[in-house]
């Protein structure tokens, strides 16, 4: 159950699992780098979305099950991110979604999306949150729960502690820390959960009181 949930995975361990009304959110640590990949299950149609197909295609492919998959969406073109996805799309047939500034640079892409479109599971609806900084075509994916509260799944954008990394370019910080400030902080309430790319989720909440600090350090 929701109350339940903490979001705690580890690399090779068992998935977290959490009940929305209307979306069952799986998080599953694959590969040497802790990423994260979400399965999204719709519970009206059983409809499901993979978001990050980051590694270790066959426990993913497990995780998917008989249910298949509609769509993968890839958060942005590092390699972390998208190692297990052109096997994964060739499996399933799933659609495999992208930001257009980041799509040139990742394995396969048959839909682009820019800022503000959205993207179904089942009947429920993903926003699509253009945050520029840790690369040119990152995304975040917005789901307004209309029984709850709002969740986020942020990609490399935005982590427990702080914003992505952009490798001490003071142009991509700027631009970074500038959209999830006005994106996700100043669009979301404090109760807001997100889902991060790699390690532990957090609440915007929770994060808040700490952007001063983040922006007057740099990175």
Known sequence: MMSDY???VTSGG???VRELPGLTITKLSVGPMDN?????RCASDGS????????EADRLLDLIG??????VITTHRHGDHTAALAEVVRATGAESVAHTDDAPEIPVVTRTVTD?????VGDCTLEVIHIVGHTPGSITLAYRDPSGTAHL????????GGVGNTRGNKKNFASLIGDVESKLFGRFPDDTWFYPGHGKDSTL?????????WRARGW
């Open 6 to 8: 903490t979001g705690d």
């Open 14 to 16: 068992a998935p977290a």
């Open 36 to 40: 994260n990949a979400y399965l999204l």
């Open 48 to 55: 499901q979305v993979l978001i990050d197909a980051a590694n």
């Open 66 to 71: 008989p249910a298949g998959l509609t769509a």
């Open 116 to 120: 503000g479109e959205t993207i179904a």
């Open 153 to 160: 799944w942020t990609g490399d954008s935005l982590f427990p």
């Open 205 to 213: 909440g929770a994060e808040r009181p700490a952007l001063p600090e």
